[in-house]
Nanobody
Framework: QVQLVKSGGDLVQPGGSLRLSCVVSGFSLDYYAAGWFRQAPGKEREFVAAISWSGGSTYYADSVKGRFTISRENAKNTVYLEMNSLKPEDTAVYYC????????????????????WGQGTQVTVSS
């Protein structure tokens, strides 16, 4: 089971920050790559960020590069998404995802490549 925990509230002002935590239960995140996706109303689910199971490789969508940071603590079975300098266009339902990876540096950017998904959490950026 993949649970999504949000720290910082549902509504954030432009320029604000928020951290999302993805806590996995039922299996160990060791050897699982992870990613974050989001879906705005009327739009397709889009890739946000990805991280290898070792944590040594990360990749970001251009739209969030320099503002969002993905990280993980395997000992806590948790993946994080730190979001800074939030913009109204960041408003969406955010999902975390995980899949097994055979190479320590592998990460994945397509939602079809993931097997396990969190339930999604709404992030609204508005003044």
């Amino acid at each position: 089971q993949v649970q999504l925990v949000k720290s910082g509230g549902d509504l954030v002002q432009p320029g604000g920050s928020l951290r999302l935590s993805c806590v996995v239960s039922g299996f160990s995140l060791d050897y699982y790559a992870a990613g974050w996706f989001r879906q705005a109303p009327g739009k397709e689910r889009e890739f946000v960020a990805a991280i290898s199971w070792s944590g040594g490789s990360t990749y970001y969508a251009d739209s969030v590069k320099g503002r969002f940071t993905i990280s993980r603590e395997n000992a806590k079975n948790t993946v994080y998404l730190e979001m800074n300098s939030l913009k109204p266009e960041d408003t969406a339902v955010y999902y975390c995802a995980a899949r097994i990876a055979y190479y320590s540096g592998s990460y994945f950017t397509a939602y079809r490549e993931y097997d396990y998904w969190g339930q999604g959490t709404q992030v609204t950026v508005s003044s």
